[in-house]
């Protein structure tokens, strides 16, 4: 049986650290793998740096703003779409019962 773990996987990478300023900075990504028989996706998208100082760690998490800009005009657009839909059928139903 088929499941959909064997054509999308969702990982997190480290990538290389790098010493600055008395820090090791070792940064995050993500990425999201769709495999098919005829074609495999790879997206990656930062999302973290771990910070190491003096013993402690920290993660500092990347805010892609772009993608919240983009959900949000896509949710907006979503909105408006349904707002139209519903305005028509108000209409309609005003307009049947006035005949």
């Known amino acids: 049986m ?3 773990s064997d054509f999308v996987e969702l990982r997190t990478v480290s990538g290389t650290p790098i010493e600055a300023g008395g ?3 070792t940064p ?4 999201l793998v769709v495999r098919t028989p005829l074609w495999k ?3 990656n998208r930062p ?3 771990l910070v190491e100082r003096d013993g402690r760690e920290q993660r500092l998490p990347i805010v892609d703003v772009t993608r919240v800009a983009i959900v ?3 949710a907006g657009g979503l909105a408006g779409l349904i707002a139209v839909a519903i305005m ?3 209409r309609r139903s005003i307009q049947g019962a006035g005949e």
């Open 23 to 25: 820090a090791r900075l």
């Open 47 to 49: 999302v973290a740096v």
């Open 2 to 4: 088929t499941r959909l």
């Open 28 to 31: 995050q990504s993500q990425a």
């Open 72 to 74: 949000a005009l896509f």
């Open 41 to 43: 996706l790879v997206w």
């Open 88 to 90: 028509r059928g108000v």
